[in-house]
């Protein structure tokens, strides 16, 4: 079996990342997975252990960090967030595509721990329809929107760093660009070698 491929997705709020890889998850009928982060705050309301959030105490939190299984984390407030190793080694080791949807400085960590992981960066067709977007939720306030585009400028200065930029304009569009970033790396020789063994063995 060929090792799986992890993906990790960063995109400036609004930009729709978590619609579009909602949508190839669906195209791809179980081999992709969204990794499960965890987190030290109380389960609201609807959520579930292990579906929305693994819900941890803070200490077990911090011991996971001390252990190293923690792949990435970060702290909002007085709750941790972060996404632990085991998980995402299992299910790459079983040949699965894994997403992992954080934010840039998530992403440096993950490409030292997994260095062949791969990384796509969501962005609008302009600021002025990202705006739009957010306006358009009708949830945050003008205030909150302007502070969120001038974080969106300068996460947009950092997309250089990945691999892959995919513009989310027409969804179908985005999702199908995903789709052919997974197909390539999945035909990339090193995801190839156990294959190919096989046809030698097999001449």
């Known amino acids: 079996m060929n090792e799986g491929l992890l993906i990790v997705v960063s995109a400036p709020s609004g930009c729709g990342k978590d619609t579009v890889i909602a949508k190839v998850m669906e195209k791809m009928k179980g081999d992709a997975f969204l990794s499960v982060s965890m987190t030290t705050r109380k389960m609201r309301e609807g959520e579930t252990d292990g579906v929305n959030y693994y819900f941890i105490t803070t200490e077990e939190f911090k011991e996971n960090i001390r252990n190293g299984e923690m792949l990435e984390y970060t702290c909002y407030g007085e709750n941790f967030y972060g996404t632990p190793i085991a998980p995402v080694k299992k299910l790459l ?111």
């Open 93 to 203: 080791s079983e040949g699965k595509t894994v997403f992992l949807i954080i934010e840039v400085e998530g992403g440096e960590n993950v490409k030292k721990v997994f260095p062949d992981a791969k990384k796509i960066f969501i962005v609008p067709p302009t600021l002025e329809v990202l705006e739009k977007r957010l306006r358009g939720r009708a949830t945050d306030s003008d205030e909150a929107i302007k502070a969120r585009m001038r974080i969106a400028e300068i996460e947009l200065q950092r997309a250089a760093e990945y691999d892959y930029i995919v513009e989310n304009d027409v969804l179908e569009d985005a999702v199908n660009d995903v789709m052919s970033i997974i197909r390539a790396e999945q035909l990339r020789i090193n995801k190839m070698q156990n294959k190919l063994r096989e046809v030698i063995k097999n001449a």
